[in-house]
Each structure stands twice: as structure tokens, then as C-alpha cells.
């Protein structure tokens, strides 16, 4: 199994910036990519961004991009995601997850092994 702890979610105004950490233990060595999901009241889950293991592939939700960075630290085995120029629509509970399946990078959800307990993120207005 994995083990998923994420940390640094919180209160922001708008144009402000947040860095999400999710520090991953246990069987590392299974885990071919991590991905940040987030959901917001009434919403699907979606992907914001997900990063391989390794660091050579990352992928951005349009929503996103040019405005959030995802990285890894393979030594401290976490992954950030760096969120600058935050609107009230990023408004969410933010999840990471890993999947040890390579063939549909990125992957949905549901192709999502192991989850961490998710941390909120408010940004106002």
C-alpha cells in the first residue's frame, strides 16, 4: 500500500498563491504518477495536474495551466503544487492520489490507487 499525507491548503485572496505538499510512504517503488485532484460543492472531481515519478512527464488541467506548477522531490518522495494567481473558482477540497498504471496517462480517478484525506482550499473574492 501507499500512504498519501497532504499539507498546506488554506484561506487566500484572490491573485494569491498556495503551495500544496503530499508526502507519499510505503510502497513508493509501485507508484507511476501523482495526480492533485480537486472537487468543489456540486462539481465532479477534477484532475488539475498530474506529474510521472520519475518527473519526466506532466500534464495540466486547461483550467490551469500557465497559473499552477506540479514538481517532485523523488529523495523526500513529495509532490507540490505550486497554485499562483488563485481565483474564487479554485474554490475546492484538493486531493492528491498515485496510480501505478502507465497505459492512460494521465488517468481518471478512477484508475487512482491510493488517496490522501484531501485538504481544503478557499480563495475569496
Known amino acids: 500500500q501507499v500512504q498519501l499525507v497532504e499539507s498546506g491548503g488554506g484561506l487566500v485572496q484572490a491573485g494569491g498563491s498556495l503551495r500544496l505538499s503530499c508526502v507519499a510512504s510505503g510502497r513508493t517503488f509501485s507508484i507511476y504518477a501523482m495526480g492533485w485532484f480537486r472537487q468543489a460543492p456540486g462539481k465532479e472531481r477534477e484532475l488539475v495536474a498530474a506529474i510521472t515519478w520519475s518527473g519526466g512527464s506532466k500534464n495540466y488541467a486547461d483550467s490551469v495551466k500557465g497559473r499552477f506548477t506540479i514538481s517532485i522531490d523523488n529523495a523526500k518522495n513529495t509532490v507540490y503544487l505550486q497554485m499562483n494567481s488563485l481565483k474564487p473558482e479554485d474554490t475546492a477540497v484538493y486531493s492528491c492520489?498515485?496510480?501505478?498504471?502507465?497505459?492512460?496517462?494521465?488517468?481518471?480517478?478512477?484508475?487512482?490507487?491510493?488517496w490522501g484525506q484531501g485538504t481544503q482550499v478557499t480563495v475569496s473574492s
Open positions: 492520489a498515485t496510480t501505478s498504471r502507465s497505459s492512460s496517462w494521465p488517468g481518471r480517478g478512477y484508475e487512482y490507487d491510493y
